[in-house]
């Protein structure tokens, strides 16, 4: 198994709900005016990181959410919330 094969793997499929975070979070600090690195030594990780977050290839903990909203200085909301406006499949009815 070459070594690209090997990162793949460990890749989570996140879908539309990691890409719908990925763009609100480069949304969001692209607003405040701070690059990746700058946000990445403000929660304690790397760009690489935040890049990855962004292009919704990683999966972002509670924590990890909470430390990106005191780092852009905003309501972990404002960042979680585009996953609301979502379009819902269809519900069973009960």
């Given at each position: 198994?070459?070594?690209?094969?090997?990162?793949?793997?460990?890749?989570?499929?996140?879908?539309?709900?990691?890409?719908l975070?990925?763009?609100?979070?480069?949304?969001?600090r692209?607003?405040?005016?701070?690059?990746?690195p700058?946000?990445?030594?403000?929660?304690?990780t790397?760009?690489?990181n935040?890049s990855?977050?962004e292009?919704g290839?990683?999966?972002?903990?509670?924590?990890?959410?909470?430390?990106l909203?005191?780092?852009?200085e905003?309501?972990?909301?404002?960042?979680?919330?585009?996953?609301?406006?979502?379009p819902?499949?269809?519900?069973?009815?009960?």
């Amino acid at each position: 198994m070459s070594r690209s094969t090997k990162r793949q793997a460990k890749v989570p499929q996140l879908g539309d709900e990691g890409e719908l975070f990925g763009a609100r979070l480069r949304e969001v600090r692209i607003e405040r005016g701070l690059t990746q690195p700058e946000v990445a030594n403000r929660v304690g990780t790397s760009a690489s990181n935040i890049s990855d977050l962004e292009r919704g290839i990683k999966v972002p903990t509670l924590t990890t959410v909470a430390r990106l909203a005191a780092a852009l200085e905003c309501n972990v909301s404002e960042l979680i919330e585009v996953l609301d406006r979502r379009p819902r499949g269809p519900t069973k009815a009960t």
